[in-house]
Nanobody, 116 residues
């Protein structure tokens, strides 16, 4: 089974930057879409950014201009560069990968905490 392994979370001051990484444990896996979602305490999980195999990207309005999603080799790996972090960005960030509508994988999440 494919596992998504996230890394790069941590504690950062407001205005700082972090780079999240997510890699599929199986080298043969090639997602059609990969993305990042986040869930803050007491809130529902929300989309942060996605990228498709065609290179098309989609961002939540709240992170446009600050976050950049990019992929490695054929959507086996995905990154999220987060700049200008704000306290409201504090959440657990989850990697997601989908393939042909039948495969839908989630990582275990990585904590991002932005202090004032």
């Amino acid at each position: 089974q494919v596992q998504l392994v996230e890394s790069g979370g941590g504690l950062v001051q407001a205005g700082g930057s972090l780079r999240l990484s997510c890699a599929a444990s199986r080298s043969f896996f090639r997602a059609n879409t990969m993305g990042w979602y986040r869930q803050a305490p007491g809130k529902q999980r929300e989309l942060v950014a996605t990228i498709s195999s065609s290179g098309s990207t989609n961002y939540a309005d709240s992170v446009k201009g600050r976050f950049t999603i990019s992929n490695g080799d054929a959507l086996n790996t995905v990154y999220l560069q987060m700049n200008g972090l704000k306290p409201e960005d504090t959440a657990v960030y989850y990697c997601n990968a989908q393939r042909y509508g039948i495969y839908n994988y989630w990582g275990q999440g990585t904590q991002v905490t932005v202090s004032s």
